[in-house]
């Protein structure tokens, strides 16, 4: 695989939600300009035998984690690290109490259940002297609550019940809300929405069927992914027939640009080029009333604050979605299978493909808003000023990439319908082929070579923090172990670490948590990769120790 052409292939292939269709394309790209393989062969030239630290003192390099950082920045880090069981399993936590943006008796699936309950559409129906003391009675808002409870609590039991059960319903007094909010607001943003998709999304111990989350049982991360489910097609506007059900609806279209909401649509009469995504920031209203009028009378509504559709926000969307697909995935995940198939679980085989709306909104705006296919250049924005995408919106764009370029490889096992296999044949090289432009942006615009023949990340004099470096040598390392054979990569990555290690000990001492474990992470990447430095065991033993000791406190 050569970093010195890089040529995304025109494939179209559909997916289809249901009995639904959806059309992917990706264009396809000139062969990358000399000036771009010029500086990646001066790179490799510079690291090819260069600087290498030799580990002194590596012993003592252990930082002291003095705080947590942005809780949405510690959700995307913790979502690629298993090495902090304990406040993964403390976030995951806090969700299941949730009062949400939507509170839960305007899921469509629950006002669904309450239509369908005679005994309370009746009292929706009655004067409201008489009706507010018989709902006080016959059912009350705590109730209701506590019905809505129960019913999960038996779909979850049902999709668990291979793997004992939960008991999650009797100990935790859970709500199925949809979207965190603001600083205690009625308001969402799709920013931080993706944070805590890729928190959900990032836990493998459910789906793997091995033991629990320290301190989660499989009830709790069952329960998240529900609700993370429910939340992407509440902004599709479909039910889970795939219908658009009247109910939602916040998603964009990249037909129709980032100012207006998609009209919910079938998606089988989808036009062509249609791509749906979502973005911006979103405030709900509503008049009080008890739970049942709630559900029977009220329609929630939504004002919509649009922006320029940052990459960096999408590309989180589209890796918290790549990690979903292959949760659900029968070969991938061994767990998969017994969660999804039982009659009357929480989740169906069909959630398997509402993932794959994300991706097809992926591939329209990469193909028309943020590739710039003449010089082989990724935008940051998908509308507004047309600047070149950041470090840090390139390696979250190839991290997704790559994810869905395993998600969608051999899928004959998958539990996908042949048609369905056939259709996303050639979504793997494509996102091969994103992972390759992103890889060749970071090496030519954001890489330099400074003295003893250190590669620096960053710009000549603007080198970046400390996270964004591990970031792009975690991602270096993890191509590497995913089979991506490449010289260039190889000696590039080995530099890059050397660097920033001789570095940590001054620089990561006294660090935020996102901090910590980013480095981790890369230490962690580096250490599955053949040859790699031997100091590296001796790092990640030290930075572990860091992170546990960061979580006892």
């Known amino acids: 695989m050569s970093f010195e052409i890089v040529k995304i292939k025109a494939n179209k292939f559909a997916i289809s939600l249901s009995l639904s269709c959806f059309i992917i394309s990706l264009s396809a790209c000139k062969t990358s300009e000399p000036g771009l393989q010029a500086q990646n062969n001066r790179n490799a030239g510079a690291a090819k035998g260069g600087y290498q630290w030799d580990g002194k003192n590596v012993s003592s390099l252990k930082p002291v984690i003095g705080r947590d950082g942005d809780i949405a920045t510690l959700s995307m880090a913790l979502a690629s690290c298993n090495c902090a069981p304990k406040r993964s399993a403390k976030l995951l936590s806090s969700r299941a109490l ?20 005679s005994n309370l559409k009746l009292l929706s129906t ?27 609590s038996k779909k979850l039991n049902q999709s668990l019940a291979s793997f004992g059960g939960t008991n999650l319903g009797t100990r935790t007094p859970f709500r199925l809300d949809l979207f965190a909010p603001e600083a205690n607001t009625a308001e969402f943003t799709v920013a931080r929405q993706s944070s805590l998709w890729n928190l959900v999304a990032g836990r493998r111990e459910m789906w793997e069927a091995r033991p629990p989350l320290d301190g989660v049982d499989h009830g709790t991360q069952l329960l998240e992914t529900l609700r993370m489910m429910a939340e992407w097609t509440y902004i599709f506007g479909i039910g889970s027939d795939g219908k658009p059900n009247g109910f939602g609806g916040l998603a964009l279209d990249v037909l129709n640009g980032n100012s207006v909401l998609a009209k919910p649509i079938d998606p089988s009469k989808a036009p062509d080029g249609s791509g749906l995504f979502a973005s911006g920031n979103f405030v709900i209203s509503y008049p009080n009333a008890s739970a049942v009028n709630m559900a029977t009378q009220i329609k929630e509504q939504w004002s919509f604050k649009s922006d320029d559709v940052p990459l960096l926000v999408q590309a989180q969307v589209w890796h918290a979605a790549a ?91 998958s539990g996908l319908d042949a048609e369905m296999q056939l259709k996303l044949k050639d979504a793997s090289e494509s996102m091969n ?56 990569l190889s000696q590039v990555s080995l530099s890059i670490l050397s660097t920033q290690a001789s570095t940590w000990r001054q620089t990561i001492k006294n660090s935020d948590a996102v901090t910590v474990i980013s480095v981790f992470n890369a230490v962690n990447a580096a250490s599955s990769v053949k040859d790699s430095p031997s100091w590296v065991g001796q790092l990640k033993e030290n930075l572990l120790a860091s992170i546990a000791e960061w979580e006892a406190k």
């Open 98 to 117: 949730l009062r949400g943006v939507l509170p839960q008796i305007f899921v469509p699936s629950i006002r669904e259940s309450i239509s369908q309950d």
């Open 323 to 413: 990690r979903s697909f292959r949760n659900l995935r029968f070969d991938q995940s061994p767990g998969a299978k017994e969660i999804l198939t039982p009659k009357d679980g929480a989740l169906g085989v069909g959630a398997q493909k509402l993932p794959l709306i994300w991706l097809n909104g992926m591939s329209e705006l990469l193909s028309k808003k943020y590739v710039d296919k003449e010089n082989l250049k990724i935008r940051s924005r998908a509308f507004g000023e047309n600047s070149n995408a950041s470090l840090e919106e390139l390696v979250t764009l190839a991290n997704a990439a790559q994810e869905w370029s395993k998600a969608t490889r051999n899928l004959q096992t």
């Open 433 to 488: 082929q994103v992972v390759q432009l992103c890889v060749q942006g970071i090496i030519s615009q954001y890489t330099f070579v400074g003295d003893e023949k250190r590669v620096f990340i960053g710009r000549q004099n603007q080198q970046v923090e400390p996270k964004i470096a591990a970031d792009v040598a975690a991602l270096f390392y993890r191509l590497q172990s995913d089979g991506m054979q490449s010289e260039v």
């Open 126 to 152: 009655l004067p409201s002297m008489l009706s507010d003391s018989l709902k006080g009675w016959l059912a009350s808002d705590d109730k209701i609550a506590t019905e809505i409870r129960s019913g999960i």
